[in-house]
């Protein structure tokens, strides 16, 4: 570890120590105790506004709901819409930014390393109107060819079946957007976490012969696992709930099988793109649809947790 | 050394940065600032307004205009929706409304608490039509009826040289391009007159109710905004979509059949289709929300319109806030704030028959006694 | 310490005529180039086959090189060196198909913004600008008026309440869950709730926001802390997750060592941990403020949108760079000449991006003040 502490900064702190009492412990402690609460309680209150506000949609009758079969019908395509974009994304993202990251930290050469690690911090600042509009115009352009072979090839695979969209507008398109912007997050807290790993366990998987490869599935990749699990949670938030770019990219529509087709929707989208027309009943809706969401998000950490306690014993500092 | 390097760095961007915050300017458009040559207008204080974005770039004209006359006023609006607009209305959380919508009964019915007994009313301020509009190469105006019209949206004509569509347009020279349907993915007031104007002239193919969404049995392709559907249509070709008419472009647009003859979107048509209109019963004495006649046959009407409401109270609080009010709706129906959202906005101008009336209307606005 | 010194050596120069023992089983030179033409030749023919293109040239070609380079580098080092420089090209190649698209939007973002950007966006505000004026812009009469100056005001000023309140809040718990929570029931109940408050649509915390002001001064509170609120509401979770992380890593011997010394628990924590973790959580504050500066929708309904420079965030309406871009692109000023607004809104990405990287400079700045010497690479 690059980071010890010399002498004189030991002597100046036990000084110090002397000076803050037990005083300054307790208050220090019971600010941080605070936050924590404080946070528990914002978190409990826009729960429960999210309640309040749904709760005339659970009340209504089936009819009244858009779609008119009651809001389990309405809203259960789009809650596969949003697992399934979300899914896209991270499936496409996770390994590209962990090995881009490992790229940053391991592999690249400082001089180029530096620059790209900017870079990526500075991407995940594009607001999602412009992913949205580079999205429409350059990429969804770009795949109609794609989108048109993987029909003729392999359209007898659900997924890919025709006919392809001419505009490229499709749920593959959006995932591969919802990629691209998530791409930043998952690698910019990897990479720290990966420089953090203690140099003297890379040094002795080094010293014991191991190629590079194997010094990093040895020490860095278990150090940093449960940092990148984190890390993929706080993306998998982001493409879950982005509004704007699936908005933009999307040419929504009824739940198909088919993701080189016009159609499907996510929850995120469907909020965006009816909340300024909406009023009383329908808006209610909205925001249960903004309930289902978060409930949604609540089931994946919980699985993520189940996840990350497997890994616990690797965890660096204890 | 890397430290006082970036420190520079950081330094020139720091200066660079105050430089801007020391000398912003609202004065963009370079003119005076016209305080010192108004005629002596006593208006003073903030007016606040949200709604209809479909209004967006008339309001930007109307506040523009009216703060020119009255310096020391500011009028705010933001453009959330019309349902956003309509809510924070009736909450009281603004001083009026811009909708593409009348408020319904139960709105109606709520408004009364804020704005008195006789409840608010709309004044038709921005009236503007919906081009139908299509990208074919060669091929600038075609005319349709409103069943074909329908059958083009619903997806039963696929092809642009269908006979439906050849026997109204002898003249025009047809390809078998496939036609794609580009529909709004937004909920607007839009897509809401523009199906009223379908389940009117063609009841047996357009049968789904009328709403602000379109209707997912006949999903088609789809973008966001006016902007958005106009983009999708120019990159596409043999696409068709709706616009409000001041955003089409170069796309060529659909001669609607009104009566026996066909009728291009332009001001006059539409202003000329909402004289026609007839106003809806059981509301203010004033009120002027109206049903369009979508079925109308009068002669040079362009029936396919958006009209989008000022929303206004006959009372409010304070002696100021009523003056402002009123100021500034009489602003926007006068011929000069008309003409100036023609000239932003390409919007129609109201005829001079209904300007009159949303004199008379503005004319009640007075402070609770 | 350098990556450089963890090289293996991949050739050492061989005497013409026999091979040493020493690089008996190392690669020669030319392998790993000779690979990579032969994958560009059959990239090409395979392409060829399928319906040539130059995407798919590239796909196919790199599919190639993946597959058999590897391949041929086990078969003359060992498995394990096969093994590591498959890990190796794929890297290499995630790192390309990563810049591919990054590059592709910061192209696009340059190559709209660029044009736009000067004193008139910088300087000026919207104020006063209409359909009109655009429509003579667009007509030759005269440069594109109006600017975005009110909206780097208004994003200047809500970011920086949401970060003055976010930051402390986020640390503090992070702290909290680090350092004294010790595994405990309120611990694991607060890092699940602030997983789960990342899935919080950005749109009902904005929602949030307004309704409790509303309840608290009124319908028609809108103005720059609201908007701040919500934001903190979306920013609290990337804080404390970051930091928690960070905090996680700082190896527990220099915890130890200051308490051995007599240090008390909340300067060692201010002395020794935070700053040895600071690079990472000035990181994840960038990356938090980064998160929220680009939200367009919860700023609508809770900061209203003005046309005019606004410098109180408590009171009166204010428009942020990424409202400002929404409704130049969604409503254009002029709905009959969208260009000049098209231009105003790239210009202002533009901007939003470069105030971005200023606020990473700054990080970046504050970061290197409290880190102990040396840290990082």
């Excluded at chain 1, 809650?79 to 990251?101: E, F, H, K």
């Excluded at chain 3, 032969?38 to 190639?64: D, E, H, I, K």
């Excluded at chain 3, 920013?235 to 308490?259: F, G, Q, S």
């Excluded at chain 3, 680009?294 to 700023?299: H, N, V």
């Amino acid at each position: 570890m690059s980071t010890t502490l010399t002498t004189q900064e030991s002597s100046a702190l036990a000084e110090d120590a002397a000076a803050g009492g037990r005083a300054g412990d307790s208050v220090f402690a019971g600010f941080s105790l605070g936050a924590g609460i404080l946070i528990l309680a914002s978190l409990a209150a826009v729960a429960l506004f999210l309640f309040l506000e749904a709760l005339p949609t659970f009340q209504a009758s089936a009819e009244e709901i858009t779609g008119g079969a009651g809001f389990w019908s309405y809203i259960w395509p789009m809650v596969i819409g949003t697992v399934i974009a979300a899914l896209i994304a991270i499936v496409i993202a996770t390994p590209i930014g962990v090995l881009v990251a490992l790229y940053i930290s391991h592999y690249a050469p400082p001089r180029i390393a530096k620059p790209v690690g900017y870079v990526i911090d500075l991407l995940a600042a594009i607001p999602s109107v412009i992913y949205g509009a580079w999205g429409t115009t350059v990429l969804a352009a770009a795949l109609v060819p794609f989108y048109a072979w993987l029909t003729a090839n392999l359209g007898f695979i659900p997924l890919f079946s025709g006919p392809a969209s001419q505009t490229g507008k499709t749920m593959l398109t959006v995932g591969i957007v919802l990629a691209i912007m998530i791409l930043p997050i998952i690698t910019a807290m990897s990479r720290e976490i990966f420089i953090q790993t203690p140099k003297l366990h890379e040094e002795a998987a080094l010293a014991l012969g191991a190629t590079r490869w194997e010094m990093i599935r040895m020490t860095v990749l278990p150090f940093a696992r449960p940092g990148i699990i984190s890390s993929v949670m706080l993306a998998l938030g982001r493409a879950l709930g982005e509004t704007m770019a699936v908005a933009l990219v999307l040419s929504g529509g009824p739940l198909t099988a088919s993701l080189v087709q016009s159609g499907n929707q996510t929850i995120a989208a469907e909020i965006a793109l009816n909340f300024p027309e909406a009023y009383g009943l329908r808006l209610s809706e909205l925001i249960a649809a903004g309930l289902i969401l978060f409930l949604i998000t609540l089931v994946v950490n919980m699985i993520a947790r189940a996840i990350i306690a497997r890994y616990k014993e690797f965890s660096g500092a204890n | 050394m890397k430290v006082s390097h970036l420190g520079r760095s950081a330094a020139v961007l720091a200066i660079g940065s105050l430089a801007l915050t020391a000398c912003g300017s609202d004065n963009a458009t370079g003119g005076g600032s016209g305080s010192e040559d108004t005629s002596g207008s006593s208006l003073s204080g903030t007016l606040t307004g949200s709604g209809s974005s479909a209004q967006n770039a008339a309001m930007t004209a109307w506040q523009n205009g009216f703060q020119e006359a009255n310096p020391d006023v500011t009028v705010q609006y933001s453009p959330d929706g019309s349902g956003a607009g309509r809510e924070a209305f009736v909450a009281g959380g603004t001083d009026f409304a811009g909708s593409d919508a009348y408020l319904d009964e139960e709105e109606y019915e709520a408004s009364k608490e804020i704005c008195g007994p006789e409840g608010a009313f709309h004044v038709p301020a921005y009236i503007s039509p919906i081009a139908v509009a299509f990208n074919l190469p060669g091929v600038d105006t075609l005319n349709m009826d409103g069943e074909t019209i329908a059958q083009v949206f619903t997806g039963e004509i696929t092809e642009w040289n269908d006979p439906a569509i050849a026997e109204l347009n002898p003249d025009a020279d047809l390809p078998d391009t496939r036609i794609t349907v580009v529909h709004r993915n937004d909920e607007s007031g839009t897509t809401e007159n523009f199906q009223e104007y379908l389940a009117a002239a063609a009841p047996e193919v357009w049968t789904e109710e009328v709403s602000g969404n379109w209707p997912s049995q006949w999903a088609a392709e789809n973008n966001k905004g006016n902007a958005g559907v106009v983009q999708s249509t120019t990159s596409t070709e043999g696409a068709i979509t709706y616009a409000d008419a001041s955003v089409v472009g170069d796309l060529g647009t659909v001669a609607v059949r009104v009566g026996e003859e066909f009728v291009d979107y332009s001001p006059e048509a539409a202003a000329a289709a909402v004289e026609a209109s007839t106003p809806i019963e059981g509301r203010a004495e004033y009120d002027m929300a109206m049903d369009l006649a979508r079925d109308t046959t009068a002669s040079g009407s362009y029936p396919i319109v958006l009209v989008s409401y000022e929303i206004f109270c006959p009372q409010y609080d304070s002696q100021e806030t009523a003056d402002l009010v009123k100021a500034f709706g009489e602003y926007v129906i006068s011929e000069e704030g008309q003409q100036a959202a023609a000239d932003a906005a390409g919007s129609a101008p109201m005829s001079e028959n209904l300007r009159t009336q949303a004199q008379e209307a503005i004319d009640q606005i007075t402070a609770a006694g | 310490m350098s990556t450089a010194s963890l090289r293996q050596p991949t050739s050492s120069p061989s005497p013409a005529g026999r091979r040493p023992t020493l690089t008996r089983n190392q690669k020669p030179k030319w392998l790993v180039p000779v690979i990579a033409v032969a994958a560009v030749v059959v990239g090409a023919a395979l392409a060829a086959l399928v319906g040539f293109s130059t995407a798919l040239w590239a796909v196919l070609a790199a599919v190639v090189f993946l597959v058999a380079a590897p391949v041929a580098v086990s078969a003359v080092e060992g498995r394990r060196k096969g093994a590591d420089s498959l890990m190796t090209y794929l890297v290499y190649a995630a790192f390309v198909l990563a810049v591919i698209p990054l590059i592709s939007v910061i192209w696009t973002v340059l190559a709209n913004g660029v044009p736009g950007l000067n004193s008139n966006l910088l300087l000026t505000s919207m104020n006063g600008v209409t359909g009109a004026t655009d429509n003579a812009a667009a007509a030759g009469d005269g440069p594109v008026l109006g600017g975005a100056y009110h909206a780097i005001v208004g994003t200047v000023s809500i970011t920086f309440w949401a970060t003055l309140m976010s930051v402390p809040i986020g640390l503090l718990t992070a702290i909290y869950l680090v350092e004294y929570s010790k595994g405990g029931w309120l611990g694991k109940s607060i890092t699940f709730f602030v997983d789960v408050m990342t899935g919080i649509p950005s749109i009902v915390a904005g929602l949030f926001a307004a309704a409790l002001f509303g309840l608290l001064l009124g319908p028609s509170a809108r103005f720059g802390f609201v908007a701040a609120v919500a934001l903190t509401v979306l920013m609290i979770p990337t804080v404390v997750k970051n930091t928690e992380e960070m905090l996680k890593i700082v190896p527990n011997e220099l915890r130890e060592a200051a308490y051995a010394l007599g240090v008390r628990k909340w300067r060692t924590i201010l002395k020794v941990v935070i700053p040895t973790a600071i690079s990472g959580i000035a990181s994840g504050v960038t990356l938090a403020i980064a998160r929220v500066i680009g939200e367009t929708a919860p700023l609508l309904v809770t900061a209203g949108f003005a046309t005019a420079i606004n410098w109180n965030s408590f009171s009166g309406w204010m428009t942020t760079l990424p409202t400002f871009i929404y409704y130049q692109i969604l409503t254009p000023t002029s709905p009959t000449n969208p260009d000049p607004s098209q231009q105003r809104a790239w210009a202002a990405a533009l901007i939003l991006i470069l105030i971005v990287m200023l606020l990473n400079l700054l990080a970046r700045l504050v970061a290197r003040a409290f880190a102990p010497k040396a840290a990082g690479r």
